[in-house]
């Protein structure tokens, strides 16, 4: 008798042999690499806010209009990096503005690479 069960996607890729080539490794000898090593690995994260993201919808009473304020003119683009290590965040820096080649280099030379 057959048993109505929740379905397990995974990726179709996986059965690929290249893919599963590279899985294997990442398995046997990258992961117990990197336990080895938790202290030296760092993950860069990146995130931002627009300021320009204020809601254009609401509720209001039948028959009247709703009426909210947001900047106008002022808005901007803040980024949020950090350094996400095994044990703690680390390096936390915002800037006004979108990360590129030219920030990002910023950012390791006087906030990353100081607090290795």
Known sequence: MACHTKKDLQALEQKRKDV???RRIWLSKRQPFMA???ETLVFIEETWVKTNMAKTTG???????LVD?????????QTFV?????DRLDAPWVIDGTM???????????QL????
């Not at 304020?69 to 683009?77: D, K, M, V, Y």
């Not at 690479?113 to 290795?116: A, I, L, S």
């Open 100 to 110: 590129n080649g030219e920030m990002f280099d910023l950012y390791v030379t006087t």
């Open 36 to 38: 080895n090593h938790l």
């Open 20 to 22: 599963a080539d590279l």
């Open 82 to 86: 950090g350094a996400l290590r095994h």
């Open 59 to 65: 509720w209001a009473p039948c028959g009247q209009r």
């Open 69 to 77: 304020h947001a900047p106008f003119g002022h808005w901007r683009t």
């Open 113 to 116: 690479v100081p607090r290795v």
